[in-house]
């Protein structure tokens, strides 16, 4: 069995009539992975992952986490868990250090366990040096990093993060992907939900896309490349005879179609590197002066507007 | 427990550093109790008797006597000073009336001339008219007195009993054959509360529901935010979180109630201690009414706005009806029988009774009742209700 295990989960609100949020959704989490859902506001992440910590009951379905059933051992869930909600779920008149520890202490931590363990959190989320500060002081990248660490104060062996880098800084952000990379390292099974691709190319050993509740498709970066083709699409300006243009660079080898869009020319092909100079070399020769070029490499962007139809921030 | 007390440790940390907090828990509550209590007869509270100043001229023993016995009337409170100084006194309004013995006073109460006494009051005054019904009383109890007194000694004036004749009716009027015993019923005891007997358990009341408001928006921030919710991913259970919430608003009432009532005992005189364990049983009493209706509000209204609306109409209403800002007794029957549809008017019926009648538990256990049955329908519609998100 798998350390996160979902089964044709179901949830409507307010059934027969309400909002299906999650449609038989199955999917499961080896320990040790990060693991992404992926897709737009109102796919289902939010509350597949409200379901999975306990807070919400499906209407079908069943999953487990770490071997126990949420619906049939929550309080086993919830010892195993670790959870980062989308909102900063802190309060802001109290220090950074009296937040973990009332975290901590709601976690069922007492005495020297828990004043060790805040320590290493602050540690861990780099905020030694303001734990006395009250969290309202702090930057939006600042808070978030309590947020997240408000949630490993019971060294859960699952963690569920749910947009946790939602309006923050680059830098803050770096920092923040940076440190669920070292939290996975540590043996920390994650359960990251974006809807920033980059986010979860970058840090996923698998992802799962999401759309109005149901998975659409699954599988590594790669796997999920492929399975909409592999071909990148260059977009090319030029000063005058587009047409001539885009007549002369369909049988440039590599080239697979070309058509006109927007007043340019949309070219599809297999590898860009090696197209692209043969692309100039023959408008030199005709006489066709290029303004402008793109490469776009094929992308999870590319396999949700394949999939769906939509860009994945429609 | 342990869960409960953790969040009701966090929320009473907040409000500690909230100054709004402490500006509306203490500071305002004791700035409307002095407010209030000063409008309302101030420290004149503490007795009830009125003022009366007397100048004694004679110094003879049935001068004496007539102060004795005005000493004792429940009415009036003495000031002896001279005779020269009684018409300044009641001018200033030092006193009600002043009552001028004047030489000779009782020398001339057993002679055929008769005695006369001047009572210097006020004209149209009520509490002057009253201290001068007084003076009447204590004056025809002396002449009452003197006159048996005569009339035995010359039926009897060979007897050798007869030097003990004015002790005999003395002590024959101390046991009189007839008297009035006046008998006080509920809260209308003719007893009308005022000063700071009327402030402090008012203002009391009306700033422990007003507390309300503390509970309410911290448990809609929390909503808000996303903590409620965060709440139920940890170790804490669904009614330990809400059990944790009504503790913390308890402790804050209760200590809230701790200093209101330490001011009125110890600086205002209000009598508080008469029945401490009835006070006590009032004080959890309260607290739990405002926490079950903070919890209430906070639970049927979402926005932070809607809840302060809520709040302040709802302490103002049952303040207002309970008879936190004037006293029941001086409005009329109807007005009376609405305002114990509110559950304040109970508990005032309480804490008045303590303060001005030294009511003990049995007597609380009513108007207590009457409180709980409230607070717990609070409570269990609040629970009923209650979303974590």
Known sequence: ?314 | MRYIWTLAAKDLLQTRRDRMAALFTFILPTAFTVFFGLLMGGLSSGSERIPLAVADGDGGVAARKLVSLLESSPLVELKMIDAAAVDKAVDDEQVAAGLLIPAGFSASLDSDVGARLTVVRVLGSTGSQSVEEAVRAAADRLASERLAAAVAVRTVEDSPRAAQVGEIVSGLLERPALTIAAKESGSKAGQIPRGFDQSSPGMLVNWVMFSLLTVATGLVMERKTGALRRLLGTHASRSQVIAGKALAMLILTMLQQVLLIGLGQFAFGVDYLSDPPALLMTMVTLSALASCLGLLIATVFRSEQAVIATTVIASMVLSALGGAWFPLEVTGPGFSRIAHLVPTSWLLDALRGIVLKGWGVPEVLLPLGVVWAFSLAFFALAVWRFRFE
């Open chain 1, 1 to 314: 069995m798998r350390f996160v295990e979902v089964r044709r989960l179901h949830k409507q609100f307010d059934p027969p009539k309400g909002t299906v949020a999650v449609d038989d959704l199955s999917f499961g989490i080896e320990q040790g992975e990060i693991y992404s859902l992926l897709g737009p506001n109102g796919a289902g992440k939010t509350t597949t992952i409200s379901i999975l910590s306990c807070l919400l009951r499906p209407t079908g379905g069943e999953a487990t986490v770490a071997g126990a059933s949420i619906t049939g051992d929550p309080a086993a869930v919830k010892r195993a868990l670790g959870v980062v909600p989308q909102e900063l779920a802190l309060y802001p008149d109290l220090t950074a250090r009296e937040n973990l520890a009332f975290w901590g202490k709601m976690y069922g931590l007492r005495g020297q366990q828990l004043d060790t363990r805040v320590d290493e959190v602050l540690a861990l989320i780099d905020l030694s040096d303001r734990q006395k500060d009250r969290l309202e002081s702090f930057s939006g990248g600042m808070k978030r990093r309590v947020n997240i660490g408000a949630a490993l104060l019971h060294k859960p062996r699952v963690l569920f993060l749910d947009e946790p880098t939602v309006g923050i800084d680059p830098q803050s952000r770096r920092a923040i992907l940076d440190g669920i990379k070292d939290l996975n390292r540590a043996g920390t099974t994650i359960l990251y939900t974006t809807h920033y691709m980059e986010e979860a190319q970058e840090l996923s050993n698998r992802i799962a896309i999401m759309d109005h509740g149901k998975m659409i498709a699954e599988g590594t970066h790669e796997e999920l490349v492929r399975s909409v083709g592999e071909e990148a699409t260059v977009t090319l300006s030029v000063d005058r005879d587009l047409d001539r243009s885009l007549a002369i660079w369909c049988s440039v080898e590599g080239v697979t179609s070309a058509e006109a869009q927007d007043d340019r020319a949309r070219l599809l092909v297999g590898d860009a590197n090696a197209v692209v100079p043969r692309l100039f070399e023959t408008a030199n020769r005709e006489g066709i002066r290029i303004t402008g070029v793109n490469v776009a490499e094929p992308n999870l962007e590319t396999v949700f507007l394949a999939l769906t139809g939509r860009a994945l921030r429609d």
